[in-house]
């Protein structure tokens, strides 16, 4: 017990240590300490929940790979550093993706929620037209392999929130509704993160991006120890 309280509370210490450094306006320090959030969720998770899930598994590992790589960026060349990194986080949230998706029932989907899937979709393509209008601004030509880097990471992240909502709409239990406001935390912290890196380089908009991506991992570990609710109206859907 005593050795459990210690390990969990190494994730509130780099929490503080990275806003401590934020006040004392040392951002590449916050930065690197910050990365070192998700390697430490990652542990925990493979040390307290037991009904472990292999697309969470892997969506910790990558996500956590990738952040690792933060401490050794100036060690590793740009392109490498770039693609390699960017590319474990696509593939964390494409796992995070199946986990979602094996979950729900397609066919259900596709009959009783086509008005919310065009919707979706709308609000998906216009989202990333703003986001990759930002990013344009910051690389030389559209057909470069940044630019598809981008496009490629923020349509997974846009389509892994929309699948973890219509995965909500359907099950309406609380493991889809933990996974829904996860995912929506994700999002939430790369779009804030987007604005930090190319728009302004506010110590408050580091914080708050953090902030939602230790929520959350926070979530995604909480889901993981609740039980799918095999309820009454799950079942009837399934039928049909």
């Not at 009904?51 to 790979?65: A, E, H, N, R």
């Not at 037209?129 to 344009?136: A, D, E, N, P, R």
């Not at 910051?138 to 389509?159: A, F």
Request: hydrophobic share 55%; with cysteine; aromatic share 16%.
């Amino acid at each position: 017990m005593y050795k459990s309280r210690v390990l969990m509370s190494f994730v509130p210490l780099i929490y503080i240590a990275f806003i401590v450094c934020l006040l004392f306006d040392k951002a590449a320090l916050a930065y690197k300490v910050s990365s070192l959030l998700s390697p430490a969720i990652t542990i925990l998770y493979f040390l307290f929940v037991k009904k472990k899930t292999i697309p969470v598994s892997l969506f910790l590992i990558f996500f956590s790979t990738s952040d690792i790589m933060v401490l050794f960026a100036r060690y590793i060349p740009y392109e490498i550093n770039y693609f390699l990194g960017n590319g474990l986080y696509v593939a964390a949230y494409i796992a995070l993706l199946f986990e979602i998706c094996r979950r729900m029932c397609i066919t259900h989907i596709l009959r009783n929620l086509k008005i919310h899937l065009v919707v979706l979709t709308a609000l998906n393509v216009y989202i990333v037209y703003v986001l990759q209008h930002v990013v344009t601004e910051h690389i030389v030509s559209t057909m470069t392999g940044e630019y598809i880097m981008e496009l490629t990471y923020n349509i997974v992240m846009l389509v892994l929130l929309s699948s973890s909502l219509l995965n909500y709409f359907h099950k309406d239990d609380k493991k889809s509704l933990l996974l829904f406001i996860g995912s929506l935390c994700i999002v939430f912290a790369e779009v804030i993160g987007v604005a930090y890196m190319y728009i302004a380089n506010e110590g408050l908009l580091n914080f708050i991006s953090t902030t939602l991506y230790l929520l959350a991992f926070y979530i995604l570990f909480w889901q993981s120890k609740v039980k799918q609710e095999n309820n009454a109206k799950t079942l009837l859907v399934e039928e049909f």
